[in-house]
C-alpha cells in the first residue's frame, strides 16, 4: 500500500527567503503525485500535480516541485516566498486505488 | 464553474441533536468525498462514493454517523447523535472519475462545533 510522509510537521522563513518542503513517498511502482495548500479557514487547493515525464512539475503560485525516483521524494519549492504564502500544505498521492493518501501536512510561518 | 459547494459554513449544535452536512459536487464529477480534520488527527476520510455508490466507509467513526448520495448532484452527511468530540471542519471533495490519476477539488468546508 502507499503512504506519504512530510517530516518536517513547521518550517519558518523570512520573506524572501528560498522555501523547500519535502514529502516521501512509499509505492512500488510510479504513482501520481499531489501538492495541496490550505490556507487558514478554507479547503485544500491543488498546487500541482505529477503524472509521468518531466519530472520537474510547474504549479501555481510560483511553485514547483520535483519528481525524484531514486529518492522516492517530490520536493515543493518556491524561490521567494511571499507573507501570502503561509498557510499548511499537504503532499498526496494516489496510485492504483481510488484514494488519494494525504501527509500529515506542513505549516509554513513567514516572517516579514 | 462554482466549484464543491458545501453548506452550512458553521453549524454549532447542542450536544445530542442531530447535525446534517450538505454538499454538492462539480457538475460532471463522479466521485465524492467526505473528511474531517481536527488538529489532533488531521485530515481523515469518512467516506467516499463512485458513481452514487459507496465504495469504502471504513473511515466512519461510528454508528452515529451516515453518509448518502441519492444523485449525482447532492450527498448529506449526518451526524446522529452528536458529541462535544465530533467538533471539526468537515470538507467534502469531488473529482471527475475513479483512479489516483485524478486529483481532487475540496469545498471550503463546515465548521461544526457540538457543545
Known amino acids: 500500500a502507499q503512504s506519504v510522509t512530510q517530516p518536517d510537521i513547521h518550517i519558518t522563513v523570512s520573506e524572501g527567503a528560498s522555501l523547500e518542503l519535502r514529502c516521501n513517498y512509499s509505492?512500488?511502482?510510479?504513482?501520481?503525485l499531489f501538492w495541496y495548500v490550505q490556507s487558514p479557514g478554507q479547503g485544500l487547493q491543488l498546487l500541482l500535480k505529477?503524472?509521468?515525464?518531466?519530472?520537474l512539475v510547474q504549479g501555481i503560485k510560483g511553485f514547483e516541485a520535483e519528481f525524484k525516483r531514486s529518492q522516492s521524494s517530490f520536493n515543493l519549492r518556491k524561490p521567494s516566498v511571499h507573507w501570502s504564502d503561509a498557510a499548511e500544505y499537504f503532499c498526496a498521492v494516489g496510485a492504483d486505488t481510488d484514494k488519494l493518501i494525504f501527509g500529515t501536512g506542513t505549516r509554513l510561518q513567514v516572517f516579514p | 464553474d462554482a466549484g464543491v459547494i458545501q453548506s452550512p459554513r458553521h453549524e454549532v449544535t447542542e450536544m445530542g441533536q442531530e447535525v446534517t452536512l450538505r454538499c454538492k459536487p462539480i457538475s460532471g464529477h463522479n466521485s465524492l468525498f467526505w473528511y474531517r480534520q481536527t488538529m489532533m488527527r488531521g485530515l481523515e476520510l469518512l467516506i467516499y462514493f463512485n458513481n452514487n455508490v459507496p465504495i469504502d466507509d471504513s473511515g466512519m467513526p461510528e454508528d452515529r454517523f451516515s453518509a448518502k448520495m441519492p444523485n449525482a448532484s447532492f450527498s448529506t452527511l449526518k451526524i446522529q447523535p452528536s458529541e462535544p468530540r465530533d467538533s471539526a471542519v468537515y470538507f467534502c471533495?469531488?473529482?471527475?472519475?475513479?483512479?489516483?490519476?485524478?486529483?481532487?477539488?475540496f469545498g471550503s468546508g463546515t465548521r461544526l462545533t457540538v457543545v
Open positions: 471533495a469531488s473529482r471527475p472519475s475513479a483512479g489516483g490519476y485524478y486529483g481532487y477539488t
Open positions: 509505492y512500488g511502482a510510479t504513482p501520481y
Open positions: 505529477y503524472f509521468s515525464g518531466d519530472t
